[in-house]
């Protein structure tokens, strides 16, 4: 067999795409379910960091395995997801979404292990044409042109990764992918590639837009990966560059307003994910092994709790085919395991005492502090609030609970509420024993979240956020849900730019038919002299119909056939 | 759909919901009146305010809402808004 320790991870999850378009059936279904987990398996056990596999193409190499602490790390987690999100859609019988979900954790795996930026543009724009087939398959209208766009911002990035890289090339003379640091054009570049798979302020869109267009499965895988394998990136190539820390504080803050006034409940989710992504992309930005740690430790929490999450609305949509907070309400009555399972997404991504997000948000913030950002500290403690107020309190109050909308359905299907269960005991297990995971993280520092003054400082800070809620609810100032769409970065791309490309093209339209009439002006005094003089009443000088010039032609020529014949 | 007769749920009675609500507001006092018992590690000179956390928490939830609700008269546009004219 394959299974050699230097095998690449991407490649039984490519092989196995290809054995689940060959079946059907429950054999389908057991392909699908094993591949995360033998792959898994082979990782924890066989693989230790320091293998590597690498092939020759012409004269490049490509160094398709590397692994380190780091690399492991988003492997096993990569598994995990890819599990969790394959248990989820074992019902799903479109064989499209089937393949198309292992090639998507596949690029997700090969990206991570990638030792060369060509590899990783390779993965890279894997990861987008394999998922934008989760988008596309909706099959809706609006899904369809959500995808374009979303194929748009990512193919745009795998283009400025290549041009990076191959200026990176010509200014190092390598291609490894180790610290690269924002110098140079080539720095840059690779900057703002990773920069828009990381739905960095403004580059955003893509995320808000396409996530919640996909089906109620398909949005789950899309949740694991894209983002995580940036973060990634970014840990690998840009630890420590200060400007993300502002960057990651700024995309801690601006989603949450929109979260609070945003109607779809899985945009509202799309929304806090680029919050929480704001958080790793701080911590990367600091730099230190404490905060790298938490980066990417929040990485990896925030991939099995925001997927719980997305996998309780997944549910509810499959069951009820809504999604609208206006429209939903009261289902914990029909579905009451998944508003269980919903409540313990939202208490590890509120970070509460016990569960997941905890023990590792609070090493970001921790770090902050230590580094002397306190304003900029101020502002994640603000983001943390806003995060259990719209992500903690609205995903479950507005779903589950509010009020009756008088649906009644039947509970998730039976391996809905099995990787949502898996989903929910990760979550409650890693904020209950975070050493285990701590063990795995790349850095070297010691840490503990479990002390007074954190547990208090949290629990208040929670509290007296879901305090407030109660209060406006009760004052009647809480935003009501309402059908909506809200202006984002969205509309400089959908509205300011076709409308000002339009512009520019009427203005030059214009402009063309203006230098045209300018420029007929002479021909046409010329034309009105000589009709004014004696010449034009000569008999030739007429102006004469195409036709009867064809006409006369035809005469000469046929004229021609006579004389050759005659003579 | 909604059926006569339908079996009571635990939030339909009005007293369950007063219950919650009443258990979770002396939790929250609890909390406040903790914060003057025990000793939190001071980093940050704003940590000093008696319950900052709760204060804080409190106060940023309304601002965020309150601004929010501000956001809706600028941002806010008809469901349909992106699908006419393209």
């Known amino acids: 067999m394959m299974w050699t320790s230097n095998l690449p991870p991407f490649i039984p999850f490519f092989v196995a795409a290809l054995l689940v378009l060959a079946t059907r059936g429950w054999l389908r279904g057991a392909i699908l379910v094993a591949t995360p987990v033998l792959g898994g398996l082979h990782l924890w056990f066989d693989v230790s960091a320091g293998t590597g596999f690498s092939m020759s193409i012409l004269d490049y190499e490509l160094v398709l395995m590397r692994t380190d602490k780091l690399s492991l790390l988003f492997g096993y987690l990569f598994h995990i997801a890819a599990f969790i999100a394959v248990v989820f859609a074992l019902h799903v019988r479109d064989t499209t979404q089937n393949v198309v979900g292992l090639l998507y954790a596949g690029s997700a795996l090969g990206a991570v292990f990638a030792g060369d930026l060509i590899t990783l543009f390779i993965f890279w724009e894997l990861l987008a044409l394999t998922s934008v087939f989760l988008i596309w398959s909706s099959r809706t209208r609006r899904a369809i042109f959500a995808g374009f766009r979303y194929l748009l911002f990512q193919v745009t990035s795998g283009v400025l990764l290549l041009a990076g890289a191959l200026v990176y090339y010509q200014q190092t003379g390598s291609t490894a992918f180790n610290f690269i640091g924002l110098q140079g054009i080539a720095g840059w570049l690779i900057f703002i590639a990773f920069g828009i798979k990381c739905a960095f302020p403004f580059l955003h869109n893509w995320l808000t837009d396409a996530y919640p267009e996909s089906t109620p499965t398909g949005t789950v895988f899309l949740s694991a990966f894209t983002t995580k394998v940036a973060i990634y990136a970014l840990a690998r190539g840009y630890p420590g560059t200060e400007l993300l820390v502002y960057i990651g504080a700024a995309m801690t803050c601006f989603p949450i307003f929109y979260a609070v006034i945003e109607n779809d409940l899985r945009r509202v989710l799309a929304y806090s994910m680029i919050n929480q992504v704001g958080f790793m992309v701080c911590g990367v930005g600091i730099g230190t092994a404490l905060a790298l740690n938490g980066a990417v430790a929040h990485a990896f929490n925030d991939v099995i709790f925001k997927g719980l999450l997305f996998m309780t609305m997944g549910a509810v949509l499959y069951r009820t085919g809504r999604m609208n907070g206006s429209d939903l309400g009261g289902l914990y009555k029909s579905m009451p395991k998944t508003a269980l399972l919903c409540i313990v997404g939202a208490s590890s991504i509120s970070a509460f005492p016990l569960f997941s997000g905890f023990v590792s948000k609070s090493m970001v913030m921790a770090a902050m502090i230590e580094e002397g950002y306190s304003y900029l500290w101020l502002m994640l403690l603000f983001a943390s609030a806003g995060v259990f107020h719209h992500a903690g309190i609205k995903i479950p109050y507005f779903a589950f609970f509010a009020h009756d909308s008088g649906i009644r359905t039947k509970e998730a299907p039976w391996n809905m509420l099995l990787a949502m269960s898996i989903a929910a005991g990760l979550c409650i297990f890693i904020g209950t024993q975070p050493q285990y995971l701590y063990a795995l993280l790349p850095w070297t520092v010691e840490y503990w979240p479990y002390d007074t003054t954190h547990v208090l400082a949290q629990l208040q800070l929670l509290f007296f956020s879901a305090l407030a809620f109660v209060w406006l609810n009760k004052q009647g100032l809480y935003p009501p849900e309402l059908h909506s769409v809200n202006l984002d970065a969205e509309w400089l791309f959908r509205k300011v730019m076709p409308a000002s490309a339009l512009y520019v093209y009427r203005t030059a339209q214009d402009a063309g038919n203006n230098l045209k009439r300018l420029m007929m002006m002479p021909l046409l005094g010329a034309r009105t002299l000589f009709l004014r003089s004696p010449l034009s009443s000569y008999h030739l000088a007429a102006s004469w119909p195409t036709g009867s010039m064809v006409l006369w032609i035809a005469v000469i020529l046929g004229g021609y056939l006579l004389l050759d014949v005659i003579l | ?86």
């Open chain 2, 1 to 86: 759909m909604r059926k006569k007769n339908e079996k009571q749920y635990l939030f339909d009675k009005p007293e369950n919901v007063t219950r919650l609500l009443r258990g979770f507001y002396i939790i929250c006092a609890a909390l406040f009146l903790v914060d003057f018992a025990l000793h939190r590690h001071i980093s940050v000179d704003w940590e000093k305010i008696p319950a900052f956390y709760a204060l804080f928490g409190f106060v940023a939830c309304v601002v965020l809402v309150l601004i929010a609700r501000e956001m809706r008269k600028v941002v806010m546009r008809k469901e349909d808004y992106y699908d006419v004219d393209e």
